[in-house]
C-alpha cells in the first residue's frame, strides 16, 4: 500500500499569499488529521476531517481552514499568511474502525513565508 | 486538558550503549500512548504503542517502552543503540474514550545522537 502523500514538498510563500496544501491517506482510511511543526511550539493539531466532516479543531486562528473530499483526500488553506505560519505541515491518515488511535504520517510540507 | 513531558531534549549516548528516554504524561481520562521516530526532513513514524492489554511493548528494532499508570510514565528504552538510531523521538497520546477525535498530543522531542 501506498503511504501517506503530501504535495507540495516545499512552499515559499510572501506575507499576505495564501497557500493550499494536499494530503492524500493511505487508501482505506477515512480519517485525515493535521499538525503544524516548529522549533519554537513543537507538534500543534490542527484538526481532523472525516467522512467529509471536521469532527476535531486546535487552537488555530480562522486563517487556518480545512477540507475533505469524498474520496478522503484533504486540504488545508492558509490565508493571509504570516510569517510565524512557516514550519512543516503534517498530515496523518487513520482507519478508526480497526486502528482508531493509530496515525499514519506523510513526509509534511514545508512553508516558508518570507 | 492532556499534556506530555518529555524529559531530556538531547541524549547523546555511545553506540551499543543502552538508552533510555524519558516521558511523562497527564490526562483525567484513560490514555492511549504512543512513540514516533522522526529522521530528518522527514516525516513521523511510528515506533510502538500501547492501547491495552500488558504494559510491556516492543517494537521490531529492538524498542520497548513500559506504560506504568501509577507514575503516569511511558518511558522508551533500547539495550544497545546503533548509530542508525540517532533520530527526533516524540511520545504522544490520545483520548482512550474516542471523543476527542483524530488529536495526538505530543511532548516536544528528545534527540538521540549515537556517537561511534
Known amino acids: 500500500k501506498a503511504g501517506v502523500t503530501q504535495t507540495p514538498r516545499y512552499l515559499i510563500k510572501t506575507r499576505g499569499q495564501q497557500v493550499t496544501l494536499s494530503c492524500s491517506p493511505i487508501?482505506?482510511?477515512?480519517?485525515v488529521s493535521w499538525y503544524q511543526q516548529t522549533p519554537g511550539q513543537g507538534l500543534q493539531f490542527l484538526f481532523e476531517?472525516?467522512?467529509?466532516?471536521?469532527?476535531n479543531k486546535g487552537n488555530f486562528p480562522g486563517r487556518f481552514s480545512g477540507r475533505q473530499f469524498s474520496n478522503s483526500r484533504s486540504e488545508m488553506n492558509v490565508s493571509t499568511l504570516e510569517l510565524g505560519d512557516s514550519a512543516l505541515y503534517l498530515c496523518a491518515s487513520s482507519y478508526p474502525r480497526t486502528d482508531p488511535n493509530i496515525q499514519y504520517f506523510g513526509a509534511g510540507t514545508r512553508l516558508s513565508v518570507l | 486538558a492532556q499534556s506530555v513531558t518529555q524529559l531530556d531534549s538531547q541524549v547523546p549516548v555511545f553506540e551499543e550503549a543502552p538508552v533510555e528516554l524519558r516521558c511523562n504524561y497527564s490526562?483525567?481520562?484513560?490514555?492511549?500512548l504512543f512513540w514516533y521516530v522522526q529522521y530528518p526532513n522527514q516525516g513521523l513514524q511510528l515506533l510502538l504503542k500501547?492501547?491495552?492489554?500488558?504494559?510491556l511493548v516492543e517494537s521490531i528494532n529492538g524498542f520497548e517502552a513500559e506504560f506504568n499508570k501509577s507514575q503516569t510514565s511511558f518511558h522508551l528504552r533500547k539495550p544497545s543503540v546503533h548509530i542508525s538510531d540517532t533520530a527526533e523521538y516524540f511520545c504522544?497520546?490520545?483520548?482512550?474514550?474516542?471523543?476527542?477525535?483524530?488529536?495526538?498530543?505530543f511532548g516536544q522531542g528528545t534527540i538521540l545522537t549515537v556517537h561511534p
Open positions: 490526562s483525567s481520562v484513560s490514555v492511549y
Open positions: 487508501s482505506g482510511h477515512r480519517s
Open positions: 476531517y472525516f467522512s467529509e466532516t471536521q469532527r
Open positions: 504522544a497520546v490520545s483520548n482512550a474514550g474516542g471523543t476527542s477525535y483524530g488529536k495526538l498530543t
Open positions: 500501547y492501547l491495552s492489554g500488558s504494559t
